[in-house]
């Protein structure tokens, strides 16, 4: 089974900063994609960015610029750098990544359980 559990959620003002991690863990074999997904009130979960093995990025152009992914292939962690941050912004914020397990012979999406990230004016 795997677990993924985010932290650095929290509230800040315009303009700020946070930065959110997520580790992986149990019985895994290998993980491909990492990423970020939000969900604000109301809305669909979109894609905020994610990262590949071999680190190529993917953003969303709402957070282009302002956002940066990384991770840490060694310790299976991803982490979130979010700068300048805006209230449009609000969402619970949810790890995902694409894994296969020790178990099984194909990679499945997991996901974390969410941190809520909000953004005061």
């Known amino acids: 089974q795997v677990q993924l559990v985010e932290s650095g959620g929290g509230l800040v003002q315009a303009g700020g900063s946070l930065r959110l991690s997520c580790a992986a863990s149990g019985s895994i074999f290998g993980i491909t994609t990492m990423g970020w997904h939000r969900q604000a009130p109301g809305k669909q979960r979109e894609l905020v960015a994610d990262?590949?093995?071999?680190?190529?990025?993917n953003y969303a152009d709402s957070i282009k610029g302002r956002f940066t992914i990384s991770r840490d292939n060694a310790k299976n962690t991803v982490t979130l750098q979010m700068t300048s941050l805006k209230p449009e912004d609000t969402a619970v914020y949810y790890c995902?990544?694409?894994?296969?397990?020790?178990?099984?012979?194909?990679?499945?999406?997991?996901w974390g359980q969410g941190t809520q990230v909000t953004v005061s004016s």
């Open positions: 995902y990544a694409h894994v296969r397990t020790m178990a099984t012979t194909r990679y499945s999406g997991y």
């Open positions: 990262i590949g093995v071999s680190g190529m990025t």
